[in-house]
């Protein structure tokens, strides 16, 4: 039997045991009512609703999966993210199977049962999902005693690591902390030339200049108010002439498009016709345009476009075999479409997944050049 249709039956298992035992608390609850007195529907919805479970019809389903085949937007509307992974995970198991064996330890391949398993969850009861499947590696304790541990300067400032920071604790909390974007040897090292895509304030920007003394990072950000919060951080850490901040996004093709959004939740609506226009560039174009000798590292954490920007950095990682660290949680198809699509460019590459909070997002891929190990 497939390995992904283990994880599959694992968790519909495990969910349904977890529905019943809360259903059977709210029988209970009902003390002095005949549980016979409503109809059974009305009241299984009731319960259902309380613990984030909604009906839906199988045509329903498969509209919700033809949506996300054309474009329709899933950033940040994680259930229906979650959703498109458990309809494909059902639907093509054997292409989950090949992304589990392509990790290249025993950690990712966890990490990646936890996903599944989780995703699953998340589809049909929401945050309770953290009730039957806790991440591996961080929980809700680990977060709170990280937070305990900055130093709040005032009002959304804070010191960390002699770096001052202004923006979101939880940010700077995943980057300096929990090292988000480094896995084993995917690490920043002396010398790097780092694209940053999706640098938000700049917390990983700052994270990254730790490392690479001699080297650089590109942070890319297209919003106008973070762009604005990034180069006061650069500013107030004196770092102008290591991290360098350029006010587009990144993409197959240069482009503009509309961005809608706040932070870290901004997303790009291809197509659309609401929210700010940016302007996008491809790292293959940049990367030529500036005459850039070498790029070593690449960060991608950008709402969902992390796809259309690897496309458009292909002969840059072709040429390079940079490492890389991609998020995979915004789209329900990520998981499977970025390391295949990866893979078919940079068959030298080995594979990494950790997860990185204690909540639905934040999991990334890990990429290594194995003839550099």
Known sequence: ???????????????????????????????????????????????????????????????????????????????????????????????????????????????????????????????????????????????????????????????????????????????????????????????????????????????FSKYIENGRVYAFEPMEDNFKILKENIKANSLEKVIIPVQKGVGETESKLKISGYARGASVEFGGSNGKTIDITSIDKFVSDNKIEHVDFIKMDIEGAELSALKGAAETIKKFKPKLAICVYHKGKDIVEIPEYLISIVPEYNFYLKHNSHTFGETVLYCENKSQL
């Not at 996300?68 to 059902?90: D, F």
């Not at 064996?101 to 589809?123: G, H, P």
């Not at 202004?166 to 940010?171: K, S």
């Open 1 to 207: 039997m497939s390995h992904t249709k283990n994880l599959v039956e694992e968790a519909f298992g495990k969910v349904h045991n977890y529905l019943e035992s809360e259903y059977k608390k709210e029988l209970d609850e009902m003390s002095g009512k005949d549980p016979l007195s409503t109809p059974r529907g009305s009241k299984i919805n009731k319960i259902s609703e309380k613990f984030g479970f909604h009906g839906m019809r199988l045509q329903d389903f498969h509209k919700i999966s033809q949506l996300a085949e054309h474009g329709a937007s899933l950033l940040g509307l994680n259930k229906l993210s979650s959703t498109e992974t458990m309809y494909e995970a059902i639907q093509n198991p054997d292409r989950f199977d090949r992304i589990y064996e392509l990790l290249a330890d025993e950690e990712s391949k966890k990490t990646f049962d936890w996903f599944i398993k989780y995703r699953i969850a998340f589809a049909i009861i929401g945050e309770l999902a953290y009730d039957i499947f806790i991440p591996n590696n961080i929980t809700r304790q680990d977060l709170e005693s990280s937070q305990k541990k900055l130093q709040k300067v005032s009002d959304n400032k804070y010191k960390i690591d002699n770096f001052i920071y202004n923006g979101n604790y939880g940010e700077v909390v995943e980057a300096f902390y929990f090292e988000q974007y480094a896995y084993k040897n995917v690490k920043p090292s002396s010398g790097d030339v780092i694209i940053d895509a999706g640098a938000c304030f700049g917390d990983t920007a700052l994270w």
